[in-house]
Structure formats: structure tokens, C-alpha cells
């Protein structure tokens, strides 16, 4: 009989959920975008009301509405959700509050019990199994973060000091489960709301970004993934957990006691592509429609004919400063009258490139490995321009994975493998994951390239005292 695994992806921006079969293939997906956070004051990011919840089931409804199986056949669904999210419940595991958004200031600050309506704590991935399941059980793999969790164990925390920095009290936290074990079975009423069978197992996956990794092939230390997303970073894998590295930090993976090691990253990678072409407004669409293109597809052909290096323009992607640098802005440097707006497009690419190339190269320094091949995920990997300036920038072939929804694929991995689909997480992962076209690097690219780096990774040493400045003027 040919079986079916499910994906569900609880992202930032949307939720996906996609139907796949045991050779990664989507059969039926399903969409919905999420509300826009409330912030009702500074620091405050809540999502409103029953979002996430609600959210699951519109896009699990869908994906099962075109379903063309039976749904007997499904064996399974690997639950990924948002990381570094806090939830507060009431006993009978209902909200007590809105969920407190990753980039709300609260998460980084210990519980404080204010409300005693609130019997538990968790993590957005915590609340939708129970949603899901009744239980209140949640992957060990999402409790980065401000938590009692020892990373060594995956286990909470025995040390009394650990647990009251965290400030939760032991009978408020769920029990913790490994990647790939069962948290439970759909209940009836989640399957009213979500169309998925009642009983069908939910497995435990991890946190997002591990997910993504896993459902892009990420296996081996000498492959780096980058993550093209509102937020951008690199990762690889590993069996250490190192703790107290300068640039990188250290993560669960997907696989019990395995961990994802993390770089530096972009806090506006692909947002900044996104702004600069709704900057350039009406003259970019009348321009795509003229060549029956995309605004995307029209900005990714014309920065394909730039050369390489934008005739001198770089650009530095802090249109979001990092937090240990909040002076910073964004900025475009190099004007003489040989750029134009695809000049500008393309040096937000480059910059994204060098960036990433700049802090992928300290976590390898530090790590004492190297790179062998570039793994490009997100929606920036389906543009050919982009896949080409990391291969030139990094030096090495950059490839792109076929399907592209790497968190949802990598949650339905950890369903299969759970579930004993497959013998291991290895074999489901060759069975399941298909690597795409392949970019090899040009030579003179490269060189200029390089040549080009050691320029742009001293800009702001130099620019830094400029935006002090204008910051005491502008904020």
C-alpha cells in the first residue's frame, strides 16, 4: 500500500501544510497566511487571538480537500512549528493570553507569574499538540531559549539554579519527547477542525529552523545550508555541543542528541530584496508585465545582466541593526554613474552573498571544518541570478533542493522515520529529499569575488562612527 506523510510548517508569516508520499513528492498542500501581530506598545508582539491554532486548521482542511487518496493511507504528521515562542495556558490548556511572538521582548526574560489563571507554560509547538492531541507532551528540540532544558540531555534541568533562572516551576512545564516519537493521536475534535483523520498519530519533529535543514538534505559537516528567508542564516551539523563559540550558536537538530550549529546572520536578508522592489513601484510591474514576467522574475533578469562586482556598488544589509550594533543602518556605497535599478537589486543580492559567506567563514574557522557544497533554501533559492552569486562568492557548486518547502518535508521525515516508514533518518532522507539543478562557480567571478571581500568586510569599521553620529540626530 502507498502511504502518505504530512508536513505541517507554522511559520512566521503563513502556515503550509503538505500532503507528501514516501519519495517526497507533494501530492496536495494546503495555505494560510497569518494575521498581523498585534504590538500594542513597544516590545509587545503577540499573535492575535487563536491565530496559529487557527491557522493549522484552514490549511489542513485545504491540503486534505485536495487530497486524492484515501486518507486511510496517510500514516502520519510531523508537526514543525515557530521557535522561541512562549505560550501561557489555562489548565484546561486554552489560551490564558495571545501567544508571545518570537521577536516579543518577554521571551527573552525569565516567566514572571502574574496571572493566575496560567497552570502551564510551553512553546508554540507545545500548544498545537495539545490542540492536536489532548496531551501535554512537546518536542525536547524547540526549548531553546529562555527554558530550563539542559542541551546535554535534552532533558529538563535538574540544577535548582537553572530552573530559577527560568523562573517556571517544574509542574507548570510539559513532559519532553524526542524527535520522532508519537505525542499522540488527532482527537476528535481537532479532527473536526482540521479534516485530518481522528487517531492519526502526530510525531514529533523539532524547531523550524532544524526541521528546514533536515528536509533539505543537511547530513553531513562538510555541507553548509543557507536559509534565504526575512531572516537569513547559515547552518551545518554536528554531534558536539559547543557551547560559548564567538560566531555561532548552538541548536538542537531534528535528530535526538544531534545539533544544528548556527551563524550570524541577516536580520533583513530577503525583506530588503522584497522593499527595494516595491520602492521602485509602478516602473518595475509596467516593465514585468511588458515582459510577461513577475516584478521578482523581471528584477532576477535584469541583475542577471549586471556584471559581476555591480560596477563597484555594494551594498550593507542592516535595514535591521543587529542588536549589538544598534547605530547601524542600511546603506548603498559606490555611485558614478554606471548603476542603475538593477545595479541596486543585484548589490542586495551580492551583499546577502558576501555576508553570509563572511559569517559562514567564521563558523567553519571556528568549528575547524570547510564547506564542500552550498545548500540554498527559501524563496530566494528559486531564482537562478541567486544561486549563481553564492556559487561565485563561496567558491564551491551551490544547489538547490526540488521541493522547497524544506521545513514541511523535514517534518514529514520525522513523521516517517518515527513511525518506522524507514530505517533511519539517513535512508528517509535519500528517499525522500531531491536535489535540484546544480550552480559550479566561475572562475574570474570568484576571484573578483574575493577581491571585492576584503573590502566589503571592513565597511562598516568605517561607517560605524557615520551612523553614531546621524543616530544621535535621527535615532
Avoid at 553564492?390 to 521541493?403: K, L
Amino acid at each position: 500500500m502507498t502511504g502518505y506523510l504530512i508536513g505541517i510548517d507554522n511559520g512566521s508569516q503563513s502556515t503550509k501544510v503538505t500532503i507528501f508520499d514516501e519519495r517526497g513528492n507533494p501530492v496536495s498542500q494546503g495555505r494560510q497566511a497569518l494575521r498581523p501581530n498585534h504590538t500594542p506598545r513597544p516590545g509587545v508582539v503577540e499573535h492575535p487571538d487563536d491565530d496559529l491554532w487557527s491557522s493549522v486548521g484552514a490549511a489542513c482542511r485545504e491540503a486534505m480537500a485536495g487530497f486524492p487518496g484515501d486518507p486511510a493511507e496517510i500514516a502520519g504528521v510531523g508537526l514543525c512549528t515557530i521557535r522561541f515562542c512562549r505560550v501561557l495556558l489555562r489548565a484546561d490548556g486554552t489560551l490564558a493570553q495571545p501567544v508571545l511572538s518570537w521577536m516579543d521582548e518577554r521571551v527573552s526574560r525569565p516567566y514572571a507569574h502574574t496571572d493566575e489563571s496560567v497552570a502551564r507554560v510551553t512553546t508554540s509547538s507545545g500548544y498545537i499538540t495539545h490542540r492536536m492531541t489532548g496531551e501535554f507532551r512537546d518536542t525536547a528540540a524547540n526549548y531553546q531559549g529562555m527554558w530550563p532544558i539542559d542541551t546535554d540531555t535534552w532533558q529538563w534541568s535538574e540544577d535548582p539554579e537553572v530552573r530559577e533562572s527560568a523562573g517556571i516551576p517544574a509542574e507548570m512545564l510539559f513532559e519532553l519527547a524526542m524527535p520522532g516519537e508519537t505525542l499522540g493521536g488527532v482527537t476528535a475534535a481537532a479532527a473536526e477542525h482540521t479534516g485530518l483523520p481522528v487517531g492519526l498519530p502526530v510525531v514529533a519533529t523539532a524547531n523550524d529552523k532544524a526541521v528546514e535543514a533536515l528536509g533539505c538534505g543537511l547530513r553531513g559537516p562538510g555541507d553548509l545550508l543557507i536559509s534565504l528567508g526575512t531572516y537569513i542564516a547559515s547552518m551545518t551539523v554536528g554531534e558536539r555541543n559547543i557551547q560559548g563559540a564567538t560566531s555561532f550558536w548552538t541548536n538542537f537538530g531534528s535528530v535526538a542528541h544531534e545539533y544544528l550549529y548556527e551563524s550570524d546572520g541577516i536580520r533583513r536578508g530577503m525583506w530588503t530584496a522584497s522593499w527595494l522592489r516595491d520602492l521602485f513601484g509602478e516602473e518595475v510591474v509596467q516593465g514585468a508585465q511588458r515582459a510577461g514576467l513577475s516584478p521578482e522574475e523581471y528584477l532576477n533578469a535584469g541583475a542577471a545582466q549586471v556584471p559581476a562586482g555591480c560596477d563597484g556598488l555594494m551594498a550593507v544589509l542592516d535595514w535591521l541593526a543587529p542588536t549589538d550594533a544598534p547605530h547601524r543602518k542600511g546603506a548603498f556605497l559606490g555611485f558614478d554613474g554606471r548603476q542603475g535599478r538593477f545595479h541596486l537589486y543585484r548589490s542586495v543580492l551580492e551583499a546577502i552573498a558576501l555576508t553570509m559567506y563572511d559569517r559562514a567563514g567564521a563558523m567553519a574557522d571556528e568549528l575547524g571544518t570547510g564547506f564542500e557544497r552550498v545548500i540554498v533554501s527559501g524563496g530566494g533559492a528559486g531564482a537562478d541570478v541567486m544561486m549563481g552569486i553564492i556559487a561565485d562568492v563561496f567558491g564551491v557548486p551551490a544547489v538547490r533542493t526540488v521541493v522547497n518547502d524544506g521545513a514541511g518535508l523535514g517534518a514529514a521525515i520525522c513523521a516517517g522515520v518515527g513511525l518506522g516508514r524507514f530505517t533511519g533518518v539517513d535512508e528517509a532522507v535519500a528517499a525522500m529529499v531531491s536535489v535540484g539543478e546544480e550552480f559550479r562557480p566561475d572562475v574570474a567571478n570568484h576571484e573578483l569575488h574575493a577581491r571585492q571581500h576584503e573590502v566589503y568586510r571592513d565597511i562598516t569599521r568605517h561607517t560605524d562612527e557615520v551612523f553614531r553620529r546621524s543616530a544621535r540626530i535621527f535615532g
